[in-house]
């Protein structure tokens, strides 16, 4: 074994589960101790149809690279949180198609970083692996082995699978998306997926995730509009953010209409707007409403008052104390702006709202996660 990788197997936890090796032994692969089985093995007591659901995700990644190599013609590719080694790889799947097409691997996994190093010693020299944390976005970019290879003034693809789910939202996982597309050039595209659970039992989430707590980074469910957070900034690529089995990038083919195991979203982005300062728009003046409460939907803007839709509401409010949270705040934002426009007329519009101030200047609204707010519709009496 190389210095190098013996010095990063030093930080290694055998005892803990982890989630990458949890994944490994998901997917059958022998990279993963006692520990990881144990914990893998809850998880499949509680849903037996995850391993079906990391073969989904394989084929998803796989059409995904193929549609980036093949249609848009992207040459580069970051890779964060890759995990471990497996038998379709980002560079193996890209070189199908572009020999040449470059690969920078990001992780902070010390097994991860192990396996990567000593399998791409023999590889492509235009492929590296470099420690990063994702939380770091800027030491990342500015990796001196990953500007060797990765030319920021060009479109690159940026893969995001599965990893953002082992960021809760302390760690403010949206703006270090926002922080890494904005240093890509435009016209390059983000590949993302997550797990989701919608359509799974409570019960069966909740165990999931209590499991993960003892790992070495928590499971974060986010609902499918958390994720279309992340592509702010970004315009979708046909069929948009679907299950990962529906995903077939205007290949049609092997997707399935159902949906499959319905455990993981994914979809792939194409970078075209400033993605940070939009992201920051949203995050800094959008106040959740009250779900069920139609008069409470009311946001305040920089350019005025924005209405939101109930069924929008009620993907930010779960919980009695989330939703007491954001009545306080909804109810102190409103009563501020409304102090600075006290003859201000707040309308609701299919189109969104919009805002008439006491001069009778009319400011249009901005919008919510790349469109435009729907009006809120009050109950039938």
Same mark, same amino acid.
């Given at each position: 074994?190389?210095?190098?990788?013996?010095?990063?197997?030093?930080?290694?936890?055998? =005892?803990?589960?982890? *989630?990458?090796?949890?994944?490994?032994?998901?997917?059958?692969? %022998?990279?993963?101790?006692?520990?990881?089985? @144990?914990? *893998?093995?809850?998880?499949?007591?509680?849903?037996?149809?995850?391993?079906?659901?990391?073969?989904?995700?394989?084929?998803?990644?796989?059409?995904?690279?193929?549609?980036?190599?093949?249609?848009?013609?992207?040459?580069?590719?970051?890779?964060?949180?890759?995990?471990?080694?497996?038998?379709?790889?980002?560079?193996?799947?890209?070189?199908?198609?572009?020999?040449? *097409?470059?690969?920078?691997?990001?992780?902070?996994?010390?097994?991860?970083?192990?396996?990567?190093?000593?399998?791409?010693?023999?590889?492509?020299?235009?492929?590296?692996?470099?420690?990063?944390?994702?939380?770091?976005?800027? %030491?990342?970019?500015?990796?001196?082995?990953?500007?060797?290879?990765?030319?920021?003034?060009?479109?690159?693809?940026?893969?995001?699978?599965?990893?953002?789910?082992?960021?809760?939202?302390?760690?403010?996982?949206?703006?270090?998306? #926002?922080?890494?597309?904005?240093?890509? *050039?435009?016209?390059?595209?983000?590949?993302?997926?997550?797990?989701?659970?919608?359509? %799974? /039992?409570?019960?069966?989430?909740?165990?999931?995730?209590?499991?993960?707590?003892?790992?070495?980074?928590?499971?974060?469910?986010?609902?499918?509009?958390?994720?279309?957070?992340?592509?702010?900034?970004?315009?979708?690529?046909?069929?948009?953010?679907?299950?990962?089995?529906? =995903?077939?990038?205007? #290949?049609?083919?092997?997707?399935?209409?159902?949906?499959?195991?319905? =455990?993981?979203?994914?979809?792939?982005?194409? %970078?075209? #707007?400033?993605?940070?300062?939009?992201?920051?728009?949203?995050?800094?003046?959008?106040?959740?409403?009250?779900?069920?409460?139609?008069?409470?939907?009311? #946001?305040?803007?920089?350019?005025?008052?924005?209405?939101?839709?109930?069924?929008?509401?009620?993907?930010?409010?779960?919980?009695?104390?989330?939703?007491?949270?954001?009545?306080?705040?909804? @109810?102190?934002?409103?009563?501020?702006?409304?102090?600075?426009?006290?003859?201000?007329?707040?309308?609701?519009?299919?189109?969104?709202?919009?805002?008439?101030?006491?001069?009778?200047?009319?400011? /249009?609204?901005?919008?919510?996660?790349?469109?435009?707010?729907?009006?809120?519709?009050?109950?039938?009496?």
């Amino acid at each position: 074994m190389a210095p190098r990788e013996s010095a990063i197997l030093d930080g290694v936890q055998s =005892w803990r589960p982890n *989630a990458a090796r949890m994944f490994d032994y998901y997917v059958g692969g %022998k990279d993963n101790f006692a520990a990881d089985r @144990d914990a *893998a093995r809850m998880v499949l007591a509680a849903a037996p149809d995850v391993p079906l659901a990391a073969r989904e995700h394989r084929a998803f990644v796989i059409r995904a690279i193929h549609f980036l190599v093949a249609r848009a013609r992207i040459a580069q590719f970051i890779d964060i949180g890759p995990g471990l080694p497996t038998g379709a790889n980002v560079h193996q799947i890209a070189h199908r198609f572009h020999p040449g *097409a470059r690969v920078v691997y990001v992780d902070n996994d010390p097994v991860v970083l192990s396996h990567g190093l000593a399998l791409l010693a023999r590889q492509h020299p235009a492929v590296a692996m470099v420690e990063g944390d994702l939380r770091e976005p800027g %030491k990342i970019l500015d990796h001196p082995r990953l500007r060797a290879l990765i030319d920021l003034g060009e479109p690159a693809g940026l893969c995001l699978t599965l990893v953002l789910d082992y960021l809760p939202d302390a760690d403010q996982p949206g703006e270090l998306v #926002a922080l890494l597309l904005d240093r890509l *050039a435009p016209g390059s595209y983000l590949v993302l997926s997550h797990v989701t659970g919608d359509s %799974k /039992e409570t019960h069966v989430r909740d165990r999931i995730t209590r499991i993960y707590d003892q790992a070495s980074a928590p499971l974060v469910m986010r609902s499918r509009e958390e994720i279309m957070g992340f592509f702010t900034g970004c315009t979708m690529v046909p069929p948009g953010l679907v299950y990962v089995a529906q =995903w077939y990038g205007q #290949a049609g083919g092997t997707a399935r209409s159902h949906g499959g195991t319905r =455990w993981m979203r994914g979809g792939v982005g194409m %970078k075209t #707007a400033t993605v940070l300062r939009q992201h920051r728009l949203v995050q800094a003046y959008t106040i959740p409403c009250i779900a069920g409460d139609p008069r409470r939907t009311v #946001a305040s803007t920089p350019r005025g008052v924005l209405t939101l839709g109930v069924r929008e509401a009620e993907s930010y409010s779960s919980g009695e104390r989330l939703r007491q949270g954001i009545r306080a705040r909804a @109810d102190l934002a409103v009563r501020r702006r409304l102090a600075r426009h006290p003859r201000a007329d707040v309308r609701s519009r299919p189109s969104g709202g919009s805002i008439r101030p006491a001069r009778g200047r009319r400011i /249009e609204t901005t919008t919510v996660l790349g469109r435009t707010a729907p009006a809120c519709r009050r109950p039938a009496p």
